[in-house]
């Protein structure tokens, strides 16, 4: 199938071809059709599957069928929710790239900057809106947004949404939007509450569910380092001295450690920079531009980015830190491999983290390989190790407790 066999207009089909894009993702393939016929959709599929384009261009397809809604008179027809600044910027890209030739005009609309520049492009008159919920609530509450006329909503990324304490923001603003809609429901996971979720929002909705067997990237090559804490680092260091490893990301468990290994790697010569929710929006938005365009080769990051980043030819993702949380370990490796390219996953595991590894391989009901011999290398738990049938399991002496004779008898 290509995007041909959707009956896309040609404006649309001419912009997916200046992106490079020939073959639909199984996501675009199944949602597609259903979206343009103006079914409500429930989608669940993994992070780096292309669901964006599953929704960005039927909803501009309809928008245009539906003729021209010129200015001064042109209202929001269509709202796109997201959780974070980054996905939402990239969101607006998406819509600025495919619809440049129909004529429909995009916002996008977030915190951490000045609202003014959003207000003036409200003003202006827009079709579609992208927004993250807290700075849609504020200009909402100035009268500054109307949601009356939307007539297609999206909420993106639902699971993330729950996880950043956003359900009670999202239950408002679909308060007011208009009871004849289409709505469009898109998330990773599919934990009880989001269904929960979706069920009170959806009206028949098509069900198009993608999640494998295994919730990883196929071809996302997947191993584990054991190493202790100190020594992680040193470690990153060493990998680093690969040339192979032309863009990584490197997750850290919190802000303050994205900002110290980021100076860390800067000290070593390393170009690197950090990325979390601290930063000013535009310190933000520069380190990522600096990012994608190949300026900086290491981008640091907290847990904000595993699902707001979009970056091509990110050749590796290492987790400098397991993910306390195992979902989260799937969204950070997705952003590797991205729409079928290939990518490697470098997971770095501490001595007090092994409980975190194993909860990512239940999850993903498979064994990360381990890599062994490296210079940092740390005792490789027992359970893991290759022993050939009928070998006896051996403990590192230092693990050993040591016995002293029996234990002295306690007087009452």
């Avoid at 990153?236 to 802000?255: E, G, Q, S, Y």
């Avoid at 030819?313 to 079928?340: C, K, L, Q």
């Avoid at 070998?391 to 590192?396: F, G, I, L, R, S």
């Amino acid at each position: 199938m290509t995007f041909n066999d959707f009956g896309l207009i040609q404006p649309l089909l001419h912009a997916v071809r200046s992106e490079g894009y020939v073959v639909p993702t199984p996501i675009q393939e199944q949602a597609i059709p259903y979206v343009l016929e103006g079914r409500d959709l429930l989608g669940c599929a993994q992070t780096g599957s292309g669901k964006t384009a599953a929704f960005a261009l039927p909803i501009l397809q309809r928008l245009y069928a539906a003729g021209p809604n010129g200015h001064p008179h042109r209202r929001i027809r269509a709202l796109i929710i997201t959780p974070t600044r980054e996905l939402a910027a990239q969101i607006g890209e998406s819509f600025g790239a495919y619809g440049r030739h129909t004529g429909l005009r995009y916002t996008v609309i977030f915190g951490g900057v000045g609202q003014r520049p959003q207000e003036e492009a409200l003003k202006r008159g827009v079709d579609i809106l992208v927004a993250t919920p807290g700075r849609l609530l504020d200009l909402m509450n100035q009268r500054l947004v109307s949601l009356r006329n939307v007539e297609i909503f999206v909420l993106d990324e639902a699971d993330r949404m729950l996880d950043m304490g956003f359900i009670q923001d999202i239950r408002r603003v679909i308060a007011q939007l208009p009871t004849e809609r289409q709505t469009l429901f898109f998330s990773a996971t599919m934990p009880s509450s989001i269904q929960h979720l979706a069920d009170s929002i959806l009206r028949d909705p098509v069900e198009v569910r993608l999640t494998p067997e295994a919730p990883t990237v196929d071809s996302v090559q997947q191993t584990v380092y054991f190493v202790e804490r100190q020594d992680k680092q040193a470690l990153l260091h060493h990998l680093l001295a690969d040339a192979a490893i032309r863009r990584a990301l490197v997750f850290t468990r919190t802000k303050r450690g994205a900002d110290r290994v980021a100076m860390r790697l800067k000290s070593a010569g390393i170009n690197a920079a950090a990325i979390h929710s601290n930063k000013s929006q535009n310190e933000r938005t520069r380190t990522l531009d600096n990012f994608k365009a190949g300026r900086t080769r290491v981008l640091v990051a907290s847990d904000i980015a595993s699902r707001g980043l979009d970056v091509d030819d990110i050749s590796h993702v290492i987790n400098f830190d397991m993910p306390n949380e195992p979902e989260i370990y799937v969204h950070r490796i997705g952003r590797t491999a991205r729409m079928g390219a290939a990518g490697i996953a470098v997971s770095f595991c501490g001595g007090d983290e092994r409980t975190c590894l194993d909860d990512i391989e239940r999850l993903i009901r498979k064994r990360v390989e381990t890599v062994e011999g490296h210079p940092f290398a740390s005792p490789v738990p027992v359970s893991r190790q290759q022993k050939a049938p009928g070998a006896v399991a051996t403990v590192p002496r230092r693990f050993m407790r040591r016995r002293r004779g029996p234990r002295p008898l306690r007087r009452f």
